[in-house]
């Protein structure tokens, strides 16, 4: 990374204004100024941008201008060769152990580095997962609290009809009683009129018996021994009558 | 007969069950029951009493001047209205009801104030992957690790892992 510093300062030293669709991440700028940058701006998704696996792309970016496409890579070769024909880089056993080292961690990385790189980013997400979790629920059960508050405020506000109601259920209690004692008082006098009536009727009743029971007793007695033979003797005569008329009808 | 009430406020006992708080529905349920009792013991009742026929009873009995006594007398008769003692204290009721259901509504609001400034702080924090540790400790104080107590790596008792 301090070679891409390297690189870029060096570029807007030369002021060559090139950097353009090159430079892919934010530049961070650190400690340049007095003020601090607060929130910090997040850490970018990847890193920058590598040729080979080895090589800034910035300094590819650097020699474009001058060299081309193909700047780099004669530097590279130019280096390699003079370092070699100087012998400044000596070949000896050290150089194949090197060699295949770099061969065995280049297949390597090559072959399982994505695996394992998904495996590290899955932990992370996982952790990160869990406190969302928590966050959620927390705002969860505090919007559910809020709305809970406000239910029971809402609820509160209906007081005034509970008393309504039991002052609703006391007027037709009095009401009720005060319909019953006007009742009550016409029913009695009712009752007691209707009972002089019945009385009367009743002594109605009981002379007109006694008068008919009276008639009757005094008729009774009143039919003497002489008139019974009477009428007793003119019965007989009559059936005597009677008996021969139909004794000769017969 | 004189004095009618007519202060029967009408009840809406539908809204009045749906403000009703689920454990105490039971003790709505008996106060309504009652209350059906009492208006339908009302309306039961007719409203003014049945009428005495006077001429008729006037020709029926015959003792003299009885009928005109008691017509006399019915008609000057005032039925007492009965006394109202429980309304008085159903008022105070309410009053200690208002007092504290306004002390009542007043916590609540507290409660919604502290819920919605807890609210607040949640929507306003960064995302997760955004955060440092650091970050994460200011936003949730109980993720700290104490590295007084655990000075060494994990910083916390092994069975918390």
Redesign the interface.
């Known amino acids: 990374m301090l070679s891409r510093l390297v690189f870029v300062s060096g570029n807007a030293l030369k002021s060559s204004g090139a950097l353009g669709a090159g430079l892919v991440q934010a530049s961070r700028s650190l400690h340049t100024s007095s003020q601090s940058l607060a929130?910090?701006p997040?850490l970018p998704e990847t890193g920058g941008k590598v040729r080979h696996g080895l090589f800034p792309e910035e300094l590819f970016q650097l020699l474009y201008p001058k060299t081309g496409v193909t700047g780099p890579y004669m530097l590279g070769t130019g280096l390699l060769v003079y370092l070699l024909s100087k012998e400044i880089y000596v070949i000896n056993h050290e150089t194949f152990v090197a060699a295949s080292i770099a061969a065995v961690v280049v297949y390597s990385i090559k072959k399982f580095g994505p695996s394992v790189a998904a495996f590290a980013d899955k932990l992370n997400e996982e952790k990160?997962a869990k406190?969302?979790e928590?966050?959620d629920l927390?705002?969860a059960s505090?919007?559910q609290?809020?709305e809970n508050?406000?239910k029971?405020?809402?609820?509160?506000?209906?007081?005034?009809?509970?008393?309504?109601?039991?002052?609703?259920?006391?007027?037709?209690?009095?009401?009720?009683?005060?319909?019953?004692?006007?009742?009550m008082?016409?029913n009695e006098?009712?009752r007691?009129?209707d009972y002089?009536?019945a009385l009367?009727d009743l002594h109605r009743r009981m002379e007109q018996e006694h008068m008919v029971n009276w008639v009757e007793k005094s008729v009774v007695s009143s039919i003497t021994p002489q008139q019974e033979k009477e009428s007793i003797a003119k019965c007989i005569a009559d059936l005597k009558a009677l008996a021969k008329t139909t004794q000769a009808r017969a | 007969?004189a004095?009618r009430?007519v202060?029967?406020?009408a009840?809406?006992w539908v809204?009045?069950a749906?403000?009703?708080?689920p454990n105490q529905k039971s003790m709505f349920n008996a106060?309504k029951t009652?209350?059906d009792g009492?208006?339908a013991?009302?309306s039961s009742?007719?409203?003014?009493?049945?009428a005495?026929d006077w001429s008729y009873?006037r020709t029926?009995?015959?003792?003299a001047g009885?009928?005109d006594e008691?017509e006399k007398k019915?008609k000057a008769?005032q039925?007492p209205?009965?006394v109202?003692t429980?309304?008085n204290a159903?008022?105070s009721?309410?009053v200690e009801?208002?007092k504290s259901?306004t002390a009542?509504?007043e916590a609540?609001?507290a409660?919604?104030a502290e819920?919605?400034k807890?609210?607040a702080k949640?929507?306003n924090?960064?995302p997760?992957?955004?955060m440092?540790i650091e970050d994460?400790n200011d936003a949730?104080p109980e993720t700290k690790l104490d590295k007084a107590k655990y000075p060494y790596w994990p910083h916390k008792p092994i069975a918390d892992l």
């Open positions: 929130p910090v997040p990160v406190a969302q928590v966050k927390a705002m505090l919007a609290g809020i508050e406000k029971e405020q809402w609820r509160v506000e209906g007081r005034s009809m509970l008393f309504d109601a039991k002052r609703n259920n006391v007027a037709m209690l009095l009401e009720t009683n005060y319909r019953e004692r006007l009742h008082v016409t006098v009712k007691r009129l002089q009536i009367q | 007969m004095g009430r202060a029967l406020k009840i809406d809204a009045f749906e403000r009703v708080p106060l009652r209350s009492i208006a013991k009302l009742l007719p409203e003014t009493a049945a005495i009873y029926a009995v015959a003792k009885m009928v008691f019915f008769l039925i209205e009965p109202d429980q309304t159903i008022n009721q309410e009801a208002n259901a009542y509504i609540s609001k409660r919604v819920y919605e807890r609210l949640f929507q924090m960064i997760f992957d955004q440092t994460l949730f």
